[in-house]
């Protein structure tokens, strides 16, 4: 009956000693009942034994001294759930990946756009919208965009100033806020977002 859930190991205990029990004393299934209580329910046996193992999973000095345990888990290391496993290598990787790159000299770079671009809340926050809208976000945010300012940079365009507006830079904010060119697009943008 082994099973890899969280625990999982007590249960098959409690059901091999149900088994001896039940061959010892020669009791039939319907001699037996087992009452599954949910923690949650408000009964405070509960509610102390939920408490206890919160503070245990906290930190191994809040755990129980060995010699306190039941027999069955006074021996080997006690089985280790695939799921906990899985949650502390990804903490341990998360903390290796972030030392890594506040180390990258693209880190600095990044972080003068929005020190959150890389951490879950924005990833949170574009998660909602299709992939082509958070590109563009993105490449926003970079300026990493193809407007001549940047397509200049990079040296595929002949000069990095807006082509409907002689002498004047075609970076993000002369592109979405202010170029002639663009007027009708933002007095719909403006209507659609009422603003």
């Known amino acids: 009956m082994f099973e890899t859930k969280p625990g999982h190991y007590i249960i098959d205990h409690f059901c ?3 088994g001896k029990l039940r061959r010892r004393n020669k009791l ?12 949650h329910d408000g009964v405070e046996g509960n509610k102390r034994a939920d408490k206890e193992a919160k503070e245990a999973a906290k930190s191994r000095t809040n755990n129980s001294r060995r010699k306190h345990l039941p027999k069955f888990l006074q021996g080997d290391p006690l089985p280790l759930s695939i799921s906990a496993v899985r949650q502390h290598q990804k903490d341990i990787m998360k903390k290796r990946w972030a030392k890594l790159w506040a180390k990258s000299p693209r880190f600095i770079h990044s972080a ?43 040296a595929k365009a ?6 409907h507006c002689p002498g004047i ?14 007027a009708r697009e933002r007095q719909i943008l403006t209507r659609h977002l009422h603003r």
């Not at 002949?158 to 082509?163: A, G």
């Not at 830079?169 to 663009?182: A, M, V």
Request: glycine residues 2%.
């Open 16 to 18: 091999r000693a149900i």
């Open 28 to 39: 039939t299934k319907a001699d037996i009942t087992i009452r599954w209580i949910s923690g």
């Open 112 to 154: 003068s756009y929005d020190r959150n671009m890389l951490s879950g809340s924005y990833v949170k926050l574009i998660s909602a919208l299709p992939r082509r809208h958070a590109s563009l976000l993105i490449w926003l945010r970079t300026k990493h965009i193809a407007l001549n300012t940047h397509l200049h940079h990079i």
């Open 158 to 163: 002949d000069t990095p100033y807006c082509p």
């Open 169 to 182: 830079r075609e970076d993000i904010p002369h592109f979405i806020l202010k170029c002639p060119q663009y």
